[in-house]
């Protein structure tokens, strides 16, 4: 069977479980300190709560208000044994109030209003954080502790279950590289941003096809530092203006952009439209991706004492991460090229199966 059809066949298997970008477990946890008390709000997604407690009770599969309700008891006493706040050894007691529902983006969270009371004034507190993760290793908690004019920024994940959060500290920034980290986690797990960046160095190469390989090898780098360069400084852009709330859009029509911008990388793979001016479609999309990338800051609802140092730390991050994606890719698609036709008919074939899947991810998230 030719080869491009057996990898079609293989895609076209694959598209339901790559049908979601970004489908990443998470929960949003903030508590405001007074004194010996704390209050906020806990926020857990939904889907990950029927996961693990079964909110659907009469598994029709749709979790009504009353559902909630039902279990309610349930949920409330798993998120309870699931997290544990100390102030210098001795446990806090955690209250937690009536449930609702919060949207965020096209994902449904459970709103759970919490009143912490410590023994003594919290001056050091301690997080223990165990949610979720037997379910999806990958599953992270931010979470948001402000003192008085000071906000803290921590994330728990499954290698990152206890947090120390000294609150007399001088600066509110010492989560840096928390923050750094999680550039570079949102980058990694950002399917539909990783497969424009594969796209974006196909379409390099394939317009190197006419070249001798000494011209080849001359230009490949030339271009590519300027493709990629340029998709770097657009998305750096808009991903500091929206979360500085300079300038934003609508976020169904961002993630439907981004979907476009894969379909059409794709086809610039498949015939060839773009050629030395691929940087400029690069920058020009790379301003939408960048609105992408704000939504996951903008969720958090950083105060300002803490928003230009984490917004600085996260965009280090996803800078880093998509400089190794990028290094790791190169050998690869140079290695494509080497199998001459073979290698031709890889790469037509993972671009077609990509618009396939970019195709699915516009109709989703358009509404279409």
Known sequence: MNIRICLLLVLTCLLPFFAHAHTSSEAFLKIQLDGSRATGAWEFALQD????VGVDADGDGRISWGDIKNREAAIQQYILAGI????????????????????????????????????????????????FFNQDIRHHAIWLITKQDKTFSRISSSDNRNIQVNLAAAESSDGFLEFVAQGVWHIWIGLDHILFLVLLMLGVENALGSLSPTQRNAQRWRRLIKTVTAFTIAHSVTLALATTAWFRLPLVWVESMIALSVIVAGLNVLFKWIDERLWLF??????????????????????????????????????????????????????????GTRGLYIRHALSAGVIMLASVWLVQRSGM
């Open 49 to 52: 709560l029927e996961n693990i």
């Open 84 to 131: 544990a706040l100390q102030q210098n050894d001795e446990t806090c007691h955690v209250i937690p109030g009536t449930t609702m529902l919060n949207n965020r983006q096209d994902t449904v969270f459970l709103h759970v209003p919490v009143t912490v009371e410590c023994p003594a004034m919290i001056e050091r507190l301690q997080i223990n954080y165990d949610l």
């Open 282 to 339: 690069a920058f020009g999309f790379g301003l939408i991706h960048g609105f992408g990338f704000a939504s996951v800051l903008l969720d958090l609802e950083l105060g300002q004492s803490s928003l230009l140092i984490n917004l600085l730390a996260f965009n280090i991050g996803v800078e880093s991460g998509q400089l190794v994606i990028v290094a790791g890719l190169v050998p690869l698609i140079i290695g494509l090229h080497r199998l």
